[in-house]
Nanobody, 129 residues
Framework: QLQFVESGGGLVQPGGSLRLSCAAS????????IGWFRQAPGKEREGVSC????????KYTDSVKGRFTISRDNVKNTVYLQMTSLKPEDTAVYYC??????????????????????WGQGTQVTVSS
């Protein structure tokens, strides 16, 4: 069974950076599109970014384009989210999750939370001065 552990969250000032990690166990990530999601207090969970099985294709929600970068290391079975120029509105619990994919490219890439499973416990990101 695929399981995730997210890490790397914390308190950062506006304009700062953080790198989140999503370490997988139980199964190889080779067969999955991986997504990063976030949920702020009182708000629905939203898709932030996702990456194809081979890492060649990425997708971002508009609010983070140009600031966040998703990457993956299938040897280490880990996915990363580099976040720069952080804003207070980025404050949320960040989660990673997986979507089984038979396609190496973009066919199964979405930012819809209900398309994904094997959710981790999340890591808190707080952007505040």
């Amino acid at each position: 069974q695929l399981q995730f552990v997210e890490s790397g969250g914390g308190l950062v000032q506006p304009g700062g950076s953080l790198r989140l990690s999503c370490a997988a166990s139980g199964r190889s990530l080779d067969y999955y599109v991986i997504g990063w999601f976030r949920q702020a207090p009182g708000k629905e969970r939203e898709g932030v970014s996702c990456i194809s099985r081979n890492g060649d294709t990425t997708k971002y929600t508009d609010s983070v384009k140009g600031r966040f970068t998703i990457s993956r290391d299938n040897v280490k079975n880990t996915v990363y989210l580099q976040m720069t120029s952080l804003k207070p509105e980025d404050t949320a619990v960040y989660y990673c999750a997986a979507r089984w994919s038979t396609d190496w490219g973009s066919k199964f890439m979405t930012l819809v939370p209900t398309d994904f499973g094997s959710w981790g416990q999340g890591t808190q990101v707080t952007v505040s001065s």
